[in-house]
T-cell receptor, first 113, second 111 residues
């Protein structure tokens, strides 16, 4: 069955380290999104991509980067992890048309010490 | 801008009804409703599109008032399984698939 997966599911890292969170979808969706979820803030958009080689900044993109070299994957990199980046990270994808819903991966819990 | 959800939380007994509202300051093209259980990913419930009809999913239904830029989610004869946090995600004609999510409404259904 087609799906969207994230790895790792849990990660503990230290301040200043580079961290990469993986997102892989097998639906052949054009659009992929990265969100962070914190208490009281709901889901906030970090970066998004409308297709291969396309990446865009969301509302909370500082300190994060993404690259899209194929349709299936959109890895999220924290260049130099900070304690403020402790959060739950969700990846989502959608077909690519306006009005199409997004489907979420299981999430990655990241703790930055 | 983030849509505003109300109420922030609601406690129900099994069998009771509840309404969750989602309001936006922008003209909307679509409203997407999700439910999230603790420690899990948001799960898609339904989508309402501009010019579309009211939708339903089991005893959960929703409406979309385009003029007021509002959507409401109706939980009818609530079941224990309805507990969770409900989010609305809103899309505009120029958002190209991006959604703005509300802060969520926590629903607790008790026996």
């Amino acid at each position: 069955d087609a799906e969207i997966t994230q790895s790792p599911r849990h990660k503990i890292t230290e301040t200043g380290r580079q961290v990469t969170l993986a997102c892989h979808q097998t639906w052949n969706h054009n659009n992929m999104f990265w969100y962070r979820q914190d208490l009281g803030h709901g889901l906030r958009l970090i970066h998004y991509s409308y297709g291969v080689q396309d990446t865009n900044k969301g509302e909370v993109s500082d300190g994060y980067s993404v690259s899209r070299s194929n349709t299936e994957d959109l890895p999220l990199t924290l260049e130099s992890a900070a304690s403020s980046q402790t959060s739950v990270y969700f990846c989502a994808s959608s077909i690519g048309n306006a009005g199409e819903t997004q489907y979420f991966g299981p999430g990655t819990r990241l703790l930055v010490l | 801008q983030q849509p505003v959800q109300s109420p922030q939380a609601v406690i129900l007994r099994e069998g009771e009804d509840a309404v969750i509202n989602c309001s936006s300051s922008k003209a909307l093209y679509s409203v997407h409703w999700y439910r999230q259980k603790h420690g899990e990913a948001p799960v898609f419930l339904m989508i309402l599109l501009k010019g579309g009809e009211q939708k339903g999913h089991e005893k959960i239904s929703a409406s979309f008032n385009e003029k007021k830029q509002q959507s409401s989610l109706y939980l009818t004869a609530s079941q224990l399984s309805y507990s969770g946090t409900y989010f609305c995600g809103t899309g505009t004609t120029d958002s190209w698939g991006k959604l703005q999510f509300g802060a969520g409404t926590q629903v607790v259904v008790t026996p």
